[in-house]
């Protein structure tokens, strides 16, 4: 069992924390984690299309920008583009440009995101709300590398790398028919499934750590330090909101100047739920069934979400059946 009695237990920085000391989304040594950063970097060295998934608060976006800046295209803007934000009438336009003239209030000719973004990266954030009727038009993109401004029968070469982001089970979203299925194969050449933080509960004393010495600094208080009773139930809580809840839990007692509290739960968590990361094989135990349940027991997912082999989950489901 994990020794609480001196509250805080971190341990020493993990391998990409000495690579990159400023990146506080990536704390802590998950194997899940440290997963995503060697693909991460793969990802960055080769320019290839990525999809990053995960739940809000996890930190896409910051995954997003640690691979431009390990890339190639570094030297070159990496472009932000809001997906659920676009709107039906102006899509096309604002991603891809057009000529002056092209429609009503078009005084003069635009670049567009993937025009602006040459020779560097767009981010495709929350790419699953993407208009169904503008789908198509990327996925030309992404295999032709031109984009045709509207108001032009031209198309124009374009050199960009895509990141594209989503909180959505973009697998399901094609099977409801909400998104093109080449369009999903296109944009997960390389896919970054960054866990939610309840799936990396032994790195939650290190986020503490972090926050409570950068909050305090920042605000020019004392670092806060949890008794063991208080860091298990941090590590206990569910945190829907991943790391950026944790983040604003610490950051908002700084400001008020008191103790952080955990927030109200919005329901108790079944005890094969909690992953106490002092019994693994519980933690194994639970993350299997939390991915069965994630996709109505279909295996071959199941074994997807938590990054092994499916002959891997069959002896894992076997060891869970024997204990």
């Known amino acids: 069992m994990k020794d609480f009695s001196r509250g805080i237990s971190a341990g020493s920085p993990s391998e990409f924390e000495h690579r990159f000391p400023h990146e506080e989304w990536i704390l802590g040594d998950n194997p899940a984690i440290r997963r995503v950063c060697r693909h991460a970097e793969r990802a960055a060295e080769v320019g290839c299309t990525v999809l990053i998934s995960g739940e809000t608060g996890t930190g896409k976006e910051v995954w997003a920008k640690l691979i431009h800046r390990m890339g190639q295209r570094f030297h070159r803007p990496i472009v932000p583009v809001n997906c659920a934000a676009l709107t039906a009438t102006l899509a ?15 005084l003069g000719a635009s670049l567009g995101v993937f025009r602006a973004a040459e020779g560097g990266i767009v981010f ?11 789908q198509p ?9 031109e984009v045709t401004p509207v108001g032009s029968s031209t198309p124009v070469p374009v050199d960009v790398q895509v990141v594209a ?9 094609v099977a409801k028919g909400n998104f093109r299925e080449d369009l999903y194969f296109r944009l997960n050449m390389v896919e970054l499934r960054v866990p939610a933080l309840r799936e990396r509960v032994e790195d939650i004393p290190r986020f503490l750590e972090y926050f409570s010495q950068k909050y305090a600094e920042r605000y020019k208080r004392d670092e806060w330090k949890p008794d063991a009773d208080t860091l298990r139930e941090f590590c206990d809580y569910c945190w829907p909101g991943n790391i950026r809840q944790l983040s604003h839990v610490i950051e908002q007692s700084y400001v008020l100047d008191c103790a952080p509290t955990l927030p109200t739960r919005t329901r108790n968590l079944a005890d094969d739920e909690r992953l106490p ?4 094989n519980r933690l194994r135990s639970a993350a299997v069934r939390q991915a069965l349940r994630a996709t109505d027991g279909h295996k071959g997912r199941a074994a997807k979400l938590l990054g092994v082999h499916a002959n891997t989950l069959t002896r894992m489901l076997a060891d869970i059946t024997a204990d």
């Open 277 to 280: 990361f002092y019994d693994l």
């Open 137 to 145: 038009k990327l996925l030309r993109v992404l295999q032709e590398n």
């Open 92 to 106: 096309e336009s604002q991603l891809f440009g057009h000529e002056k003239g092209a429609f009503t209030g078009a």
């Open 165 to 173: 982001a989503t909180n959505r089970d973009l697998e399901a979203e």
């Open 124 to 134: 495709l954030d929350e790419v699953g709300e993407m208009p169904l009727e503008l």
